[in-house]
């Protein structure tokens, strides 16, 4: 079964510096990772997905991520925060075939002034 | 994103009523989603639909009820709930099964439970 971890619940950064959240999943086939963020209130909103091909994947909002396969790892990067930012990402692992996303629990972000 | 929408947005309700979520997905798509978001804990997948038939029911209780009348509607009845169904119940849409596709999720109902 799949499963995803995010080592951080809370991340604090001042805007303008750089911001890497990270996700590790644990799955042994093809993993299939999606980034979302969630602004209070909202519904989550896709950031970025990776299936296959080039490892660093291109996101909305200046986000990349880049797939590590030997980590297990699907880290997300933002070079230069915005107070906007201040949200809660969520990394999620799907199958090859399957209709079903697992989620991590999820990283706080607050981006002080 | 206005491609889901969900109402109420809000709902306060005691143990003994009887209410329901509607999701309703404007993207032409093809399967529909319930999760569960509560607080410190990662989203709990409820019920998945795919072409108004339920695929999956991840052990709910059976005081949740869902419905999918057609593709673009969606609901959750709720009888007999306990406080720890305090929740947001987001609702999400997705066009087909392919796992490439992307899941669009609604802004949630939040929900609690006196």
């Known amino acids: 079964a799949q499963s995803v971890t995010q080592p951080d619940i809370h991340i604090t950064v001042s805007e303008g510096a750089s911001l890497e959240l990270r996700c590790n999943y644990s799955?042994?086939?093809?993993?299939?990772l999606f980034w979302y963020v969630q602004s209070p209130g909202q519904g989550l909103q896709l950031l970025l997905k990776?299936?296959?091909?080039?490892?660093l994947v291109q996101g909305i909002k200046g986000f990349e991520a880049e797939f590590k396969r030997s980590q297990s790892s699907f880290n997300l990067r933002k070079p230069s925060v915005h107070w906007s930012d201040a949200a809660e990402y969520f990394c999620?692992?799907?199958?090859?075939?399957?209709?079903?996303?697992?989620f991590g629990a999820g990283t706080i972000l607050r981006v002080k002034s | 994103e206005t491609g889901v929408t969900q109402t109420p947005r809000h709902l306060v309700m005691g143990m003994t009523n009887k209410k329901s979520l509607k999701c309703e997905q404007h993207?032409?798509?093809?399967?529909m989603y319930w999760y569960k978001q509560s607080a410190k804990k990662p989203l709990e997948l409820m019920f998945v639909?795919?072409?108004?038939?339920?695929?999956e029911n991840n052990s709910v209780p059976s005081r949740f009820s869902p419905e999918c009348p057609n593709s673009s509607h969606l609901f959750l009845h709720l009888h007999t709930l306990q406080p720890e169904d305090s929740a947001l119940y987001l609702c999400?849409?997705?066009?087909?099964?392919?796992?490439?596709?992307?899941?669009?999720f609604g802004p949630g109902t939040r929900l609690t439970v006196l």
């Open positions: 999400a849409s997705r066009h087909g099964q392919a796992s490439t596709d992307t899941q669009y």
């Open positions: 799955y042994g086939a093809t993993p299939y």
């Open positions: 990776y299936f296959s091909g080039d490892t």
């Open positions: 999620a692992v799907g199958r090859e075939y399957g209709n079903k996303l697992v």
């Open positions: 993207l032409g798509h093809n399967a």
């Open positions: 639909y795919n072409f108004k038939e339920q695929t």
